[in-house]
């Protein structure tokens, strides 16, 4: 009975630690988000340039990514608990930076810091969910995961728009003290301390390579959304990025040869199909989810009129819709496998998304609702049974780097979809325009983007002009919409030619999963 009660108290503790590390996704998350309705305060109040603004969002990016691969060593190296409770620290410490920044420069520097504080934190939540949970509580623990990783996509413009209308700017970041402070006692009171058996030892070429590679491959990704594709800059970003993250591959193949060497990355995790194809797919479907999360706010505040706050809650339908199917994710999978689960997940993403496409000006509320309803349940399938193939067979003792690399891949989906997708979209709205007659200054403004090309048509007082606008930008989504439903319908056919059928590995090894009570025996825990 003794052993009983202890181990129920261990369960109930894994969940509750769970919920302290889906505390500390949200305000990762929200931090991601909520500065999208706060750029035109901000370019007021801090006297920034239109260069300055993309740097705004675009610094929270690079940080990011330069922070994966270095947090997922030290947390195997140092205890995942230690660096974890220092991330959120860190990030708590990066928003007050933010709330009180007197430059443009110093909030760049800021959001780069909230960057590489989030980047740390990211993967060490993943990866202790590794070492937590068995084979059969991982799949609806990596649901609980991915669903807060993206319920802070809606929940950031609502809360910042609601501050915005009410209160001072700096309230935006302040806001995250809160769910940091809460993080911090959660995190130090209920997860256990985990690191690797033999602590693996740092290599500096490794870790300057895959940052360097990271950051300018990201950047040339960023340059690329906003400049085009044929920017010199950002062809000779990607170009150079590529370089130096293939360098670090071969120079970590090499390390991984060397009698005693012990690489940044430990390329036989790539021997598995079970972590290789559940990393890909994961990429693949961040960059499909993504294009409807990029449109759908400009649609609902471009087309439907509707304010930041109000295209956040528009959008309340797909996180939904994605927290059904992620928590639908490990029964599916224990029933019908996970190879079936995932592409099932692609095929009804693919499906929401061309309905999607064939959105007009005067489609109806309920007719959107239903279709991104639809998407998030799709995403939500297919995202948490990829996320829980692709970690089941890491070993503790790489949990943290393994972890890395999978958010690694998903990261670099994000920027890479913006740009690729955002090109697809203006193209798009360009070829719709019917500009003849309109002023070169004004034709100028509307090619620029949607919002500006109402703001014309309002001026002038042109309906004709305006219904021209409107018309060609529902025709660039629905474009961008067609390529990402092909992109799910490649998820369904890669799922069904390469994932394994099963997401977890056949057996959990001894002792892996527990949360051990400090008061069981090894004798009790044997039993």
């Not at 990025?241 to 995790?269: I, K, T």
Request: aromatic content about 8%.
């Amino acid at each position: 009975m003794t052993v009983l009660a202890a181990r129920g108290s261990a369960g109930t503790r894994r969940w509750w630690a769970l919920a302290a590390l889906a505390l500390g996704l949200l305000a990762v998350g929200l931090d991601a988000t909520v500065l999208s309705v706060a750029l035109p305060t901000l370019a007021g109040s801090l006297h920034a340039s239109a260069s300055d603004l993309q740097w705004f969002i675009s610094a929270y990016t690079l940080g990011l990514a330069v922070g994966l691969l270095p947090g997922g060593l030290l947390g195997d190296r140092y205890g995942r608990k230690k660096i974890m409770l220092g991330a959120l620290a860190m990030f708590g410490l990066g928003s007050l930076a933010c709330a009180y920044a007197p430059s443009a420069g110093w909030f760049i520097a800021s959001r780069a810091v909230l960057g590489l504080s989030a980047g740390f934190m990211v993967p060490l939540s993943l990866s202790v969910l590794t070492v937590m949970f068995t084979d059969e509580e991982r799949p609806k623990a990596v649901g609980i995961w991915a669903a807060a990783n993206f319920l802070a996509l809606p929940a950031g413009p609502i809360l910042g728009g609601w501050l915005l209308s009410n209160y001072w700017w700096g309230l935006v970041f302040l806001m995250n003290l809160p769910v940091v402070v809460v993080g911090l006692i959660a995190v130090a009171a209920l997860l256990p301390e985990s690191r690797a058996e033999e602590r693996p030892v740092l290599d500096p070429v490794g870790i300057v390579a895959s940052c360097a590679g990271l950051a300018v491959l990201v950047y040339g990704f960023i340059a690329a959304g906003q400049d085009g594709w044929t920017a010199p800059a950002a062809l000779a970003a990607m170009a150079g990025g590529a370089l130096v993250l293939a360098g670090f591959v071969g120079w970590e193949l090499r390390l991984g040869r060397q009698p005693g060497g012990q690489p940044l990355v430990d390329m036989g995790l790539f021997r598995s199909a079970r972590f290789t194809w559940g990393t890909i797919l994961s990429g693949f479907g961040i960059f499909a989810m993504f294009g409807l999360l990029f449109a759908a706010p400009q649609f609902f505040q471009a087309i439907v009129g509707v304010n930041a706050m109000g295209s956040g809650i528009r959008l309340l339908p797909m996180m939904a819709g994605l927290a059904v199917g992620a928590g639908l994710a490990a029964q599916m999978a224990r029933r019908i496998g996970a190879k079936i689960t995932a592409a099932l997940g692609f095929a009804v993403l693919a499906a929401s998304l061309a309905a999607g496409a064939t959105m007009s000006v005067t489609s109806s509320g309920t007719f959107i609702a239903g279709w991104t309803a639809v998407s998030g349940l799709g995403f939500g399938l297919a995202l948490a049974t990829a996320a829980s193939a692709a970690v089941a067979e890491l070993p503790k003792e790489r949990a943290g780097v393994g972890s890395a690399v999978f958010q690694s891949v998903q990261k670099i989906g994000a920027p890479l979809s913006a740009a690729i997708l955002g090109s697809v979209l203006s193209a798009g709205y360009l070829s719709q325009l019917h500009l003849a007659g309109l002023p070169m200054a004004a034709a100028r403004a509307v090619r620029s983007d949607v919002f500006a090309g109402i703001a014309v048509a309002t001026k002038l007082g042109s309906p004709q002009l305006l219904a021209s606008v409107r018309a060609a930008f529902v025709h660039g989504i629905g474009a961008m919409l067609w390529v990402s439903a092909g992109l799910a319908v490649a998820g369904v056919v890669l799922a069904l030619l390469f994932l394994p059928w099963r997401a977890t590995a056949a057996k959990e090894p001894a002792g892996v999963g527990r949360l051990p009570d400090a008061g069981e025996s090894a004798h009790d825990r044997a039993a």
